[in-house]
């Protein structure tokens, strides 16, 4: 990586090096499975100048988020859930009447602004998706959001937006400082925009080295955040810490200047301070941990195999596919992974080529233990599947450590 996307420094410290993978998203029909993949290397730098945590961008988004992009985001029940309860409470404490989403997806958080007669607009390059939204009646149009975008929006008689939210979508820009300026322009002036992203330090103290894969080209700590906000003028005013991905944060922010800074904005950042993130020795000891984990989970599936157990995963998201092709885990060790997605059954993970397989699977094979892959999800699937304690199974986690429940 030549320059920092942010403060344009050159990057000389490695955060981890994952290997070379496919792209994370990048299921595979039976047919492709004798056909060339194209990997990219998964090295994550640190720049000791701002401290944005980066992957460089190799692997193009405009490849990434095309018409094949499999990621529904209605397809989990706790992705739902999450916006209902979000719109609520934007609705209380700001009231919008007209709302951008970025990063809108199948239309599963505009919906229910529009349910409360809010005037929506969704922006998303995934064409499968936003097809399904437009299908529910949400507007959306099939594009990259950036300065660009944002200028053409405000030529129009609703051009700017009360409220711009993004959930898991500013960690996808890999230019950074064009994507701020254009919520600095479609922003209303009395405007707040929100935008969740997993937390720098919960994917440290977590080992959560998944969440890592060609999509996220950015990985933020608060005071990251907060400075490329201010560079565009842009006051983060508040902040929300919230479980989702394992740890996440929940930024607001307004026009500058801003001067109502939260107490738990002010204690992050002394928490963040505290921890040492802003100091090299802070992003030393990630790898070795990783490579931790690595071990004992390749060891636990080697032993069961050879002790004929049957072993079973669950969850294939994108972040499965980064643990299991930096394990180097294939359908040897682990034959299938069920997932409810209709998108990915009967396809094959990237890398590993692993099945993609539908619930029946397990009721069919009554494996020993099952794998859970999307540890984020761990309570809803454990609930989701406690049928299979029925038979003696066990349920897997590898995320933070290795864990037989």
Same mark, same amino acid.
């Given at each position: ?162 409220? #711009?939210?993004? /959930?898991? +979508? ?5 230019? !950074?400082?064009?994507?701020? &300026? %254009?919520?600095?322009? =479609? ?102 941990? #990783?490579?931790? /984990?690595? +071990? ?5 599936? !080697?032993?069961?195999?050879? &002790? %004929?157990?049957?072993? =079973? ?93």
């Amino acid at each position: 990586m030549s320059r920092c996307r942010f403060c344009n420094t050159e990057p000389t410290r490695v955060f981890c090096d994952l290997g070379h993978q496919p792209p994370s998203n990048s299921f595979l029909t039976k047919a492709q499975l004798d056909e060339p993949e194209m990997t990219y290397p998964l090295k994550v730098m640190v720049c000791e100048k701002c401290w944005l945590v980066q992957l460089p961008e190799i692997a193009k988004a405009t490849d990434i988020f095309s018409d094949q992009y499999p990621y529904y985001s209605s397809q989990s029940p706790a992705n739902v859930s999450h916006a209902k309860k979000y719109c609520g409470m934007m609705m209380e404490r700001f009231n919008p009447k007209r709302v951008l989403e970025i990063g809108s997806n199948d239309g599963y958080m505009l919906q229910w602004f529009k349910e409360k007669g809010c005037i929506v607009l969704g922006v998303d390059p995934a064409v499968g998706p936003a097809d399904v939204a437009r299908k529910k009646g949400i507007p959306t149009t099939n594009d990259f959001f950036g300065s660009l975008y944002a200028n053409i929006l405000s030529q129009h008689e609703v051009g700017h937006y009360d409220l #711009i939210c993004s /959930i898991n +979508t500013i960690a996808h820009q890999p230019h !950074i400082n064009d994507f701020v &300026e %254009g919520l600095r322009i =479609a922003l209303a002036p009395n405007g707040v925009t929100t935008m969740e992203f997993p937390h720098l330090m919960r994917l440290v103290e977590g080992n959560q080295f998944d969440t890592i894969y060609q999509e996220h080209y950015n990985y933020f700590s608060f005071g990251t955040i907060c400075e490329i906000f201010h560079k565009h003028r842009l006051a983060v005013f508040d902040v929300d810490e919230i479980p989702e991905h394992g740890g996440s944060l929940r930024i607001y922010a307004e026009h500058s200047p801003s001067c109502r800074h939260s107490k738990k904005m002010r204690e992050l950042l002394l928490r963040e301070g505290a921890k040492g993130m802003f100091t090299p020795e802070y992003y030393s000891s990630f790898q070795p941990k #990783i490579d931790t /984990i690595k +071990t004992h989970l390749v060891r636990f599936l !080697i032993e069961a195999k050879m &002790e %004929g157990k049957k072993v =079973a995963g669950y969850g294939a998201a994108a972040k499965s596919n980064t643990f299991l092709n930096y394990c180097g885990i294939g359908p040897y060790l682990l034959p299938y992974i069920v997932d409810r997605s209709p998108h990915k059954i009967g396809k094959f993970c990237p890398g590993s080529h692993i099945p993609v397989v539908n619930e029946s699977a397990l009721k069919q094979d009554h494996p020993d233990y099952v794998l859970i892959l999307a540890w984020n999800l761990r309570n809803e699937i454990m609930e989701q599947l406690s049928y299979v304690r029925g038979w003696g199974c066990k349920f897997i986690v590898a995320v933070p450590s290795l864990e037989v429940i």
